[in-house]
């Protein structure tokens, strides 16, 4: 019916239809386009309703890319890129160089990180819990009968939120803390076993 993507910022029905965008201010996008300009330079990549583009492929991007299945995204210039409705941005950095952005780049978002390699970075406030409610209010659905999935540290918030929060196996313990039941992992069935245990199937 509905679709909750790029960490809530992008939800829309089954007909592509935008039911809630909530994009990263101009102002952060060019504070990030000047830090790159300064150098050192890291992978950045800008997430658009269309595309994903990215001022640099390196192996980490590489690898990233393998491991979830998808194309490199577009080598492009980033200043052009800004001129659009940005998402979501990745940063390919680690939790140090993470911390020092998030507090003189990106001064009004937030970052989570599923992934070592890299962090996401929304408007602050802006989580999977936030394009849920979106979701809940255009299908008027409690929120009592939600049941969500996660495995990231980008799902906790969601995880938190909903009717029940289920941490696949292969989560973190933060993760697994976080939900209300734990599976079994992704590769081992994980969803189906969880709908099961609670009765779904």
């Not at 679709?3 to 239809?17: K, P």
């Not at 080598?75 to 979501?88: K, P």
């Not at 990231?152 to 995880?159: H, K, T």
Request: aromatic share 8%; glycine share 8%.
């Amino acid at each position: 019916d509905g679709y909750v993507t790029l960490n809530g910022a992008w939800c829309i029905d089954a007909q592509g239809e935008v039911i809630f965008s909530n994009p990263i201010p101009h102002e952060d996008l060019e504070a990030v386009n000047r830090r790159l300009d300064a150098g050192p330079l890291f992978p950045c990549a800008f997430m658009t309703p269309e595309q994903v583009y990215i001022n640099l492929v390196n192996p980490k991007v590489a690898d990233v890319a393998r491991m979830v299945g998808l194309d490199l995204p577009p080598v492009r210039d980033l200043h052009e890129v800004a001129r659009e409705e940005v998402l979501q941005v990745n940063i390919y950095v680690g939790p140090e160089e993470e911390t020092a952005l998030m507090r003189t780049v990106f001064t009004h978002c937030g970052s989570s990180r599923w992934n070592p390699a890299f962090a996401d970075v929304n408007i602050r406030g802006n989580n999977k819990s936030t394009g849920i409610d979106k979701i809940l209010a255009r299908y008027d659905i409690p929120l009592s009968e939600t049941m969500s999935f996660g495995d990231g540290g980008n799902d906790i918030p969601m995880l938190c939120h909903t009717g029940i929060g289920i941490a696949m196996g292969n989560a973190s313990d933060q993760v697994k803390q976080a939900a209300d039941y734990v599976t079994d992992a992704v590769d081992y069935d994980g969803i189906a076993n969880a709908l099961r245990h609670f009765g779904l199937i």
